[in-house]
């Protein structure tokens, strides 16, 4: 069964902190995703990558950045976690031969 | 640059009736169209989508779409609602000839429909 997994549920952080969200895939996609959620907004694209060590810029990448090191694991790092990131984070994995996107949970993050 | 409209915040029906979600898109070229659900607190379940073929697609939990070429449209529908059935509903579309590599392409989400099915 796919099976996409976010590290948190639930995340509470303080402003200026550094923050890390990790997402893992046991499906052995090459794609994998980070986005926010945001009500009347929709999905944003924060960050994708394509292989290991490989990542390119969504279409909200500022404040954020990502790290992925082996194939199934995706990771999202704030550095300097700020109120305006408070937010739903999705993320998602694809296969190269395929066209849908498998999603995790989720991690509701609130800076304070 | 492609987008998706989800032109309706909020759809309200009754257990029962029919249900139709609506989704417009902007694409340059033949689009990749998807239908997802998210549940409270719960990430995204893919329900359906059109690549290509026969324009009536079918899904998961008995939800159907129609792609409409003429009308840039893939409305969701549902033919009698279930009380389950509330959720928040995404479109998502996807050009393919927008690659940066062998097979890959960018999604673009629809702002999501809340609907809410009355007993």
């Known amino acids: 069964d796919v099976k996409v997994t976010q590290s948190s549920r639930y995340l509470v952080k303080r402003t200026g902190e550094k923050v890390f969200l990790e997402c893992v895939q046991d499906m052995d996609h090459e794609n994998m995703f980070w986005y926010r959620q945001d009500p009347g907004l929709g999905l944003r694209l924060i960050y994708f990558s394509y292989d290991v060590k490989m990542k390119e810029k969504g279409d909200i990448p500022e404040g954020y950045s990502v790290s992925r090191e082996k194939k199934e694991r995706f990771s999202l790092i704030l550095e300097s976690a700020s109120t305006n990131q408070t937010s739903m984070y999705l993320c998602?994995?694809?296969?190269?031969?395929?066209?849908?996107?498998?999603f995790g949970p989720g991690t509701r993050l609130l800076v304070l | 640059a492609q987008s998706v409209a989800q032109p309706e915040d909020q759809v309200n029906v009754a257990e029962g009736n029919p249900l139709t979600v609506k989704c417009t898109y902007s694409v340059s070229g033949n689009p990749y169209l998807f239908w997802y659900v998210q549940y409270p607190n719960r990430g995204l379940q893919f329900l359906l989508k059109?690549?290509?073929?026969?324009?009536l697609v079918k899904g998961s939990y008995g939800f159907e779409a129609e792609f409409n070429k003429s009308q840039t449209s893939f409305h969701l529908k549902k033919p009698s609602a279930l009380v389950s059935d509330s959720a928040l509903y995404f479109c998502a579309v996807r050009d393919p000839r927008v690659m940066t590599t062998d097979s890959w392409g960018k999604f673009q989400f629809g702002a999501g429909t809340q609907v809410v099915v009355t007993p």
């Open positions: 998602a994995s694809r296969p190269n031969r395929g066209e849908t996107q498998y």
């Open positions: 059109y690549i290509t073929g026969d324009n």
